[in-house]
């Protein structure tokens, strides 16, 4: 079973960066990806990366974050830049078994194992 854990998180402001990251174990087969939930909001899927490295994004995140994996540390990253006060939000990462050639970012039920979650706070 896949076990998730995330850190990273903090507050930042806007136009800044932050690094996430999942510690994860044994994941080698299986869809990983990072979704965030803001309050008054759903849960949105930002980026996914397939066991063969195909990578999808959010169009809202596409050319600002980057989704990666150290395969050697087991370790999921989320390199985030230019950030937002919009994108204030709990995030989370997600796995679940591959099955095709990507992984979807929608619907976030496709994904049936989840960390605990990292807050991102980013003031104007």
């Known amino acids: 079973q896949v076990q998730l854990v995330e850190s990273g998180g903090g507050s930042v402001q806007a136009e800044g960066s932050l690094r996430l990251s999942c510690t994860v174990s044994?994941?080698?087969?299986?869809?990983m990806a990072w979704f965030r939930h803001a309050p008054g909001k759903g849960r949105e899927g930002v980026a996914s990366?397939?066991?063969?490295?195909?990578?999808r994004y959010a169009p809202s995140v596409n050319g600002r974050f980057t989704i990666s994996k150290d395969n050697a540390k087991t370790i999921l990253y989320l390199q985030m830049n230019s950030l937002q006060p919009e994108e204030t939000a709990m995030y989370y990462c997600?796995?679940?078994?591959?099955?095709?050639?990507?992984?979807?970012?929608?619907?976030?039920?496709?994904?049936?194992?989840w960390g605990q979650g990292t807050q991102v706070t980013v003031s104007s």
């Open positions: 990366i397939h066991p063969a490295s195909n990578m």
């Open positions: 997600a796995a679940a078994f591959a099955r095709g050639g990507y992984c979807p970012l929608t619907p976030s039920t496709w994904y049936n194992v």
């Open positions: 044994g994941y080698s087969s299986y869809c």
